[in-house]
């Protein structure tokens, strides 16, 4: 595994989560105007849940050695955050938007 190269990864990956999670917990009106979801306190749960995630990442980026597991723990975050999007959109969709 080449550790500079998921360090990187680890890093960015933690910068736009924390982002992320900064906006949907601060600005929900804003950002779910933006993104077409009425529920700003659903975007906050999401938002702190996410800067926790962000953490995590740049706690694991910034070991001496970076284990195995913990990149694939990460990935697997990264799965099942795109996989809860999709399958939230289908269950719910009607049910998270501002109109």
């Known amino acids: 595994m080449n550790q500079a190269l998921v360090r990187t990864a680890l890093k960015l990956n933690a910068a736009f989560s924390g982002i992320s999670g900064l906006f949907l917990l601060f ?4 950002t779910g105007r933006l993104i077409g979801v009425g529920a700003p306190l659903a975007l906050q749960a999401l938002g702190l849940g996410l800067l926790i995630f962000s953490m995590d990442l740049l706690h694991q980026a910034t070991r001496d050695k970076i284990a195995g ?3 694939l723990y990460a ?9 809860g999007s ?4 289908i269950l ?8």
């Open 27 to 30: 600005v929900p009106d804003l």
């Open 69 to 71: 597991w913990r990149v």
């Open 75 to 83: 990935s697997a975050g990264d799965f099942i955050w795109v996989l």
């Open 92 to 99: 719910w969709g009607s049910h998270l938007t501002a109109q």
């Open 86 to 89: 999709i399958l939230g959109v």
